[in-house]
């Protein structure tokens, strides 16, 4: 009897053990199968920088902010996605004939500071646009996500043949299919001379969208009042931050720049900045930011160097700058709380401003082409963008 009273009991704690073993709810991560794995948003931007595209630069500068602005309201079973977002420039002479002219600015990046300024630092200079150079270029040199499931996309813009250079779009067009990559074409000027000079074709064989631009088009400026409103959450929500590490300065400086760069373009850039800026899942600062740090790993507050803070905590203890930083971190939370109450008041206000103008005509843009495909595409990725 004692024996098999042993044996069921052993029986039962080895049960329990493999209950417990199995209920165990692993963490949501980008490798996590099922409803709440978080989704990959990756993007290329290519750009032609070659002397006829001042305008197409002005438009990308501003449309940065609505691109990530749609993708911030784009959900997946409830969970939204990381946004990644690489920038290259091809067509310019100085960029070399054995590297077809192309150069990468950006890795793939969620640092949108980054971006944005070194969107701003972009010129023109004439030279020879490969098309196919510069999208397989971008296609093996960046880290594409693996999973299927992610949406990867390539944006290029610009003009004269897309069948020039010694790298065929079709041989580009076969290492997108690899590797599950969407390749869409966007032709500044006429769309039926777009397709004389075989725009249409790289979008065809890349799965993809082709449109046309006026890229010398301004970018529509439609003052709100909630623009002076989102400026001044933006001071507040500035004041958040903690710059940690040897970047952490130099980081702080860089979003007061990207700021008045955005500002100084017109107040549509920077109300649209703000909106991007008052959620938390878009502009994350991990890097640099303590507070954003803490909130991805709370050890961080342990293993600081406190020399590298700002001089006003470099004295405290421990104990006190956890105090700061979880005081910092509430008040941001409640600042972009309300950034996001009031950007959807802005945009109403738009929209509806948009419609009674709508019997004048709009034209097509680059921020109208782009944020057209991305809600088109998004569908495919089981992405619902509101």
Request: hydrophobic share 35%; with cysteine; aromatic share 8%.
């Amino acid at each position: 009897m004692n024996t098999l009273y042993k044996l069921l009991t052993s029986f039962l704690l080895i049960m329990g053990a493999t209950t417990l073993i199995y209920s165990k709810k692993p963490p949501v991560s980008q490798n996590t199968p099922g409803p709440n794995r978080q989704k990959k948003v990756q993007i290329a931007v290519l750009l032609d920088v070659s002397n006829s595209m001042d305008g197409l630069i002005g438009q990308a500068k501003a449309q940065l902010w609505n691109m990530v602005s749609v993708l911030g309201k784009a959900t997946c079973n409830d969970v939204a996605p990381s946004v990644e977002i690489a920038l290259y420039e091809y067509g310019r002479p100085t960029n070399g004939a054995s590297a077809g002219y192309v150069k990468q600015i950006n890795y793939f990046t969620r640092d949108l500071d980054e971006v944005s300024r070194n969107l701003f630092r972009l010129s023109t200079n004439g030279g020879d646009e490969y098309c196919g150079h510069v999208i397989y270029t971008s296609l093996t040199s960046l880290e594409w996500d693996a999973n299927p499931d992610n949406y990867k996309v390539i944006f290029i813009a610009g003009n004269e043949d897309f069948l020039q250079g010694d790298i065929s779009y079709t041989q580009a067009c076969a290492e997108a299919k690899k590797k599950g990559v969407t390749i869409n074409t966007i032709y500044c000027g006429d769309r039926n001379q777009g397709i004389r000079e075989h725009w249409n074709l790289g979008s065809e064989c890349g799965s993809g969208s082709f449109t046309n631009i006026n890229q010398n088009a301004q970018v529509i400026d439609i003052p709100t009042p909630y623009d002076t409103v989102l400026f001044q959450l933006n001071i507040q929500l500035n004041g958040t931050y903690i710059g940690y590490g040897r970047a952490g300065q130099a980081a702080m400086s860089k979003q007061d720049e990207v700021d008045k760069m955005n500002y100084s373009m017109n107040k549509a850039a920077a109300a649209q900045r703000v909106s991007v800026k008052g959620k938390k899942q878009l502009y994350n600062n991990s890097t640099w930011d303590l507070v954003d740090a803490s909130q991805d790993d709370a050890t961080v507050l342990d293993k600081v160097d406190m020399n590298t803070l700002p001089d006003n905590l470099k004295n405290k203890s421990r104990s006190e700058l956890k105090q700061i930083v979880t005081t910092k971190s509430t008040q941001r939370t409640a600042i972009q709380k309300e950034i996001s109450a009031v950007s959807v008041k802005r945009e109403t206000y738009i929209n509806q401003e948009k419609a009674r103008r709508a019997n004048r005509g709009s034209e097509q843009t680059l921020e109208t082409e782009i944020e057209k495909i991305i809600r088109q595409q998004a569908k495919k990725y089981n992405l619902v963008i509101q």
